[in-house]
């Protein structure tokens, strides 16, 4: 090696990778020259800056509740949602709401309002640092921090993306109700999300490559590489989300923007290799640490990063697929009462009402699924749930997957089986709107425009004395010896899956819901027929007698389903 390629190597070790550069030297090149170490013409400064407030406005959480949510994070007793939503957390600057850009652009809302903040911030900035005679040849190290900014919250947030497919939860295989529903009425993004489940090692395969890709963005030299699955994997969930009117195309755009951006500085090089077929030295800008704090500093960062958002999520993910699928209630049913029922007999006020496909009160088409749900038809409109089903909550109640963005007069009722006594305390799944939206409907429709909470909860509940707060609690409505024969809803699961987060969320009062219940009692000698009686939820009595029906799907369901039923 000359002595001027000395000089020249320790005139830029401080801005590049010392091991890149030997490998152009014996080359040749002197492609490290003309690009790690020119100066910036004046638009491509102006762009770096507009682009620096822009991504860091939307890679820093800006949310309250993320922080909260952080510090009270219990450590000893880690639920998977709780990474998971360490990873994924609003950010952007977004002062006008969703609704201006309507409906199906709504959520690209906060990038248009941030994009023209940065635009306005970065020509700011422009004219401030000439004014004060101030402007720089370069940004090198400022653009590497940036990139450095953008890897990890790409990686982090794909990693957490990704592991609900690598153990198949994100999209579960479809429940004995959603079998049993009429394919017209079901949206095309629930048909999508039900074709990726009932091929779970398909599913398996999608989480693979984000996982990998978010695992390679972690590693300055493997980054181009995780820049181009994660751009190519979420960018066909976008087209996917937009075609099939999904409910994650914003999201999944999020990835892309950031996939994009991490490959702009290698795509002219990528150009040069494979189209011009031109000689091609991939050197980037690498800061030198030369401090000892620095070096273990960056280390520390890198493991931290690594077991948490790796093995431990990897753990708890399985946790989760193996005991608390989160789309899917975690508890077991009455294991007597499973499957396909045909309604034989229907009483209502011991009126027998005869089967009739135009019929709006008669039940058609039960359910009871592996976890407590009872599911039925009614042929009467009912409200349309386009969400993707939830999975944000613990509670078993508000895991709607198996009913959301299915038509045709499909019910889903959670129940509570007191199994000593032989009888179901079931309230509906559809989300309940709060207290205040519901006054005029009242609790099932029972009460009309007037109505009154202590009334409302004689009539209902019983006892004179109830305020209201205490009228919609989850189980006061439940008689104590039956609530002690039932059990706690938060140990129903393998203690596992037990964690501070579930016991936290189980506790907290449903005050502000408004549900339909039902209690029925059931009886059935050789589970072939079942007997159930009771009330309905505007206090009808009922009789239905169920006969099984032992149903044979084309669809064979596969042995990696979630949960331990």
């Not at 091929?199 to 030299?221: C, D, K, M, N, S």
Request: with cysteine.
């Amino acid at each position: 090696m000359s002595s001027g390629n000395k000089i020249d190597k320790m005139k830029i070790s401080n801005r590049i990778d010392a091991d890149e550069y030997e490998r152009a030297l014996e080359t040749g090149s002197e492609q490290i020259k003309t690009t790690a170490l020119r100066p910036w013409k004046q638009y491509e400064k102006i762009l770096f800056r507009i682009g620096l407030i822009f991504l860091v406005a939307i890679c820093i959480p800006n949310n309250p509740e993320w922080f909260k949510l952080v510090l009270n994070i219990d450590w000893s007793s880690l639920n998977y949602r709780d990474l998971y939503d360490i990873a994924r957390f609003g950010s952007g600057i977004n002062f006008f709401g969703d609704s201006f850009l309507g409906k199906s652009l709504g959520g690209y809302a906060n990038w248009l309002i941030t994009a023209i903040a940065a635009i306005n911030a970065g020509f700011l900035w422009t004219v401030v640092v000439r004014l004060l005679r101030k402007d720089r040849e370069e940004y090198n190290t400022l653009y590497y921090w940036l990139r450095t900014l953008v890897r990890y919250r790409a990686g982090i947030g794909i990693i957490g993306f990704g592991f609900t497919k690598v153990f198949p939860v994100q999209m579960p295989f479809p429940s004995l109700g959603m079998l049993n529903a009429d394919f017209g009425d079901i949206t095309a993004q629930k048909i999508y999300w039900l074709s990726v489940g009932i091929a779970p090692w398909y599913q398996i395969f999608a989480g693979v490559v984000e996982v990998g890709a978010g695992t390679l963005l972690l590693f300055r030299r493997t980054t181009t590489l995780g820049s181009v699955l994660l751009f190519a994997a979420l960018g066909d969930i976008v087209i996917v989300n937009v075609a099939y009117s999904g409910g994650v195309h914003v999201y999944s755009s999020y990835f892309v923007l950031l996939a994009a951006f991490l490959l702009i500085a290698d795509v002219p090089k990528i150009y040069k290799l494979f189209i011009k077929e031109e000689f091609t030295v991939p050197v980037n800008y690498y800061p030198a640490f030369s401090k000892v704090w620095q070096r273990w500093a960056r280390i520390g960062i890198k493991t931290v990063t690594i077991l948490i958002f790796l093995p431990l999520f990897f753990y708890l993910q399985y946790i989760n697929w193996r005991y608390d699928p989160y789309k899917l209630p975690s508890a077991a049913g009455v294991k007597e009462l499973r499957g396909n029922y045909t309604v034989t007999e229907f009483r209502l006020n011991d009126k027998i009402i005869p089967y009739s496909p135009l019929d709006s009160v008669r039940w058609q088409d039960v359910t009871f699924e592996k976890w407590p749900t009872l599911t039925f038809k009614v042929n009467k409109p009912l409200p349309l749930d386009l969400s993707n089903g939830g999975g944000d909550s613990q509670r078993d109640i508000d895991r709607t997957f198996e009913i959301t963005a299915i038509a045709g007069g499909q019910r889903a009722f959670h129940y509570l089986a007191d199994e000593i006594n032989k009888t179901l305390y079931l309230q509906d799944k559809y989300t309940p709107l709060p207290i205040a939206r519901n006054r005029a409907a009242g609790v099932g429709g029972a009460v009309g425009p007037t109505w009154n909470v202590k009334k409302q909860n004689k009539i209902i509940y019983g006892g004179e004395d109830d305020t209201e707060s205490e009228a919609y609690d989850q189980y006061n409505w439940i008689p104590k010896e039956a609530l002690a024969n039932i059990g706690n809803e938060v140990y129903k699961i393998n203690p596992k899956a037990v964690t501070t987060r579930r016991i936290k969320e189980y506790a907290e009062p449903a005050n502000d819901e408004v549900r339909k219940r039902m209690v029925l009692k059931y009886d059935t000698l050789d589970g072939q027929r079942i007997i159930l009686s009771g009330t309905d939820e505007n206090n009808d009595s009922l009789y239905i007698l169920l006969d099984r029906i032992d149903r044979k799907y084309t669809l064979k369901e596969s042995s990696l389903q979630p949960g331990e039923y």
